[in-house]
């Protein structure tokens, strides 16, 4: 039968990859963001591929959060895999120079963002008694680097979230994964370094991963058979070897 996937942060990077993806292998799609045009960029995109819904909303908004999914229409409301994937790093400070708003927003949409989308969307699973829900976490929340503080500290919440679910949901066989990438080509740094010409170097040197590695890990992982669930999955470019020893020379 037809499967529906819910995908947050899904007008950029890894989640868009994910949503070209899926939709290869004909799932419904829902996709989120908070930049509306791009969404239906996308859905303009895929929409000759497999049916696909969009929704509006920033994940810190809990009303906003609860309103949109609410509102899907008859269609789209039986989630099957939920991919919690809408975040960001905002900065790279010292923890004595590190700036609040960035704090905030780190915290509010990687780690309560994921837990007001995951409120709405969990019930219906546990009711049903089946669901896979697919956190991406990170390296980052493996292990913490230099000035790495509350981007670390909020990815290991992301992994301790997931370790959470998969335990509490263990009685209604629901499948709980978190991948965790290491260095991946997307807007990630843009956003991180606010546009600053930083960001243009974060992946000169060496072959990053792609927004399609993930994407294709992540389908992978949704494919496997039922009694089998990748619970845990690092993944870092060949030229990393962790968070700070990467192989420039290449
Ligand atoms: P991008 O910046 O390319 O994408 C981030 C996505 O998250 C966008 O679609 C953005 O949509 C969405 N998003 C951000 N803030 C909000 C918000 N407040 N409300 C709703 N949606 C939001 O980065 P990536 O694709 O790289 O990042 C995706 C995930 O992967 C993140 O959780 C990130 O931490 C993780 N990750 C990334 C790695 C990397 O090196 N790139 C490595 C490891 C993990 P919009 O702006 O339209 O709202
Ligand atoms: C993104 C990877 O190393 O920039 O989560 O934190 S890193």
Redesign the pocket.
């Known amino acids: 039968m037809k499967k529906t996937a819910f995908i ?8 868009r990859a994910i949503a070209y993806e899926f939709s290869k292998h004909d799932i419904r799609l829902v996709l989120c ?3 509306q045009e ?1 969404l239906q960029e996308i859905e303009a995109e895929l929409v000759n591929r497999t049916e696909v819904h969009t929704l509006n909303f ?3 908004d809990k009303e906003a959060v609860f309103k949109a999914i609410e509102s899907l229409p008859e269609e789209f409301r039986t989630i099957d895999i939920l991919i919690n ?5 905002h900065g790279l400070d010292l923890i004595h120079e590190g700036k609040i708003e960035d704090w905030d927003a780190m915290m509010d ?2 780690v309560k ?1 994921l837990l007001y989308v995951s409120k709405v969307i969990i019930p219906q699973m546990t009711e049903r008694q089946s669901g896979h829900i697919i956190n ?1 976490g ?2 980052a929340g493996k292990e913490v680097y230099p000035k790495g503080n509350v981007y670390c500290a909020s990815k290991h919440a992301v992994d301790a979230i997931t370790q959470g679910m998969r335990i509490d949901l263990n009685p209604y066989g629901i499948k709980v994964c978190a991948i965790n ?4 080509e ?3 740094s843009k ?1 991180r370094f606010k546009g600053d010409a930083i960001a243009d170097g974060i992946y000169k040197g060496y072959k990053a991963l792609q ?1 399609e590695d993930i994407a294709e890990i992540v389908y992978f992982t949704i494919t496997r058979p039922a009694h089998v669930n990748i619970a845990d999955l690092l993944v870092f470019p060949t030229a990393q070897a962790n968070s700070v020893t990467i192989n420039k020379s290449q």
């Not at 947050?8 to 989640?15: R, V």
């Not at 990438?181 to 991946?184: W, Y």
């Open positions: 947050t942060g899904a007008s950029s990077g890894i989640g963001g908070r930049r791009r920033d994940v810190r994937n809408a975040g960001n790093a949409i990687n963002g991406i990170s390296s990438p290491g260095l991946v997307t807007e990630f956003v927004a």
